[in-house]
């Protein structure tokens, strides 16, 4: 019985987990310092950020509260904050994140920068 789980596990749930991680780019668009996914593993809708851009309030773009994956070019860094006008608790990402529950801060960013 024990030997049907870890088959289970192993045979079901670890290629989901590995079919997310398929989902991120590994290479961004020219100009781009990092983009933005709505769903966990890259998945859905995504907003790319170029370099040095900084979007002091979400609301109105569609995205407020939104952002639960992150892919960061390398040498940059993303940072999102909780309230707008870059105010509130601020969270620098760098590389890939694919959930950002596992950081504290899925669906929290109302405003954001990305810099190299």
Do not use: K
């Amino acid at each position: 019985m024990v030997n049907s789980y870890v088959i289970l596990i192993c045979g079901v749930l670890f290629p989901a987990l590995v079919a997310g991680a398929r989902d991120c780019p590994n290479v961004l668009p020219d100009g781009a310092c990092a983009q933005v996914f709505r769903n966990a593993g890259c998945d859905a809708d995504h907003l790319t950020m170029l370099y040095g851009e900084e979007t002091a309030d979400l609301e109105n773009t569609g995205w407020n509260d939104e952002i639960t994956s992150v892919v960061v070019r390398d040498g940059c860094t993303y940072t999102g904050y909780d309230d707008h006008n870059f105010q509130g608790d601020g969270n620098d990402f760098q590389g890939i994140h694919l959930n950002l529950i596992n950081d504290g801060f899925n669906d929290l960013i109302s405003s954001h920068t990305c810099y190299c």
